[in-house]
């Protein structure tokens, strides 16, 4: 079992920053590909980015060249540079670690980007 345990979120005003960051309990965080999801409201969960065991990433077309995710394998977190935030990215926000017989979730963080 991985626990995975978010921190960062708040609130901020359109065109802001905020980093999200994700401590998981696990000795073989390196081994995990760790991804970043979020929840609005009456929608559905949706991938914000992830970053493979490798160190690869993609996101979603709606935050790529705004958001960047990173891990720190040394410190087993990961974390998600947001900026230019935008009311639409108000949401919850989920860390996600995936390795073949593991999917694990985190209880999330709520952005809110309002004036």
């Known amino acids: 079992q991985v626990q995975l345990v978010e921190s960062g979120g708040g609130l901020v005003q359109p065109g802001g920053s905020l980093r999200l960051s994700c401590a998981a309990s696990?000795?073989?965080?390196?081994?995990?590909?760790m991804a970043w999801y979020r929840q609005a409201p009456g929608k559905q969960r949706e991938l914000v980015a992830r970053?493979?065991?490798?160190?690869?990433?993609n996101y979603a077309d709606s935050v790529t060249g705004r958001f960047t995710i990173s891990r720190d394998n040394a410190q087993n977190t990961v974390s998600l540079q947001m900026s230019s935030l935008k009311p639409e990215d108000t949401a919850v926000y989920y860390c996600?670690?995936?390795?073949?017989?593991?999917?694990?979730w985190g209880k999330g963080t709520l952005v809110t980007v309002s004036s």
């Open positions: 696990t000795r073989f965080f390196s081994t995990y590909n």
């Open positions: 996600n670690a995936v390795r073949l017989g593991g999917n694990f």
């Open positions: 970053i493979g065991s490798g160190g690869s990433t």
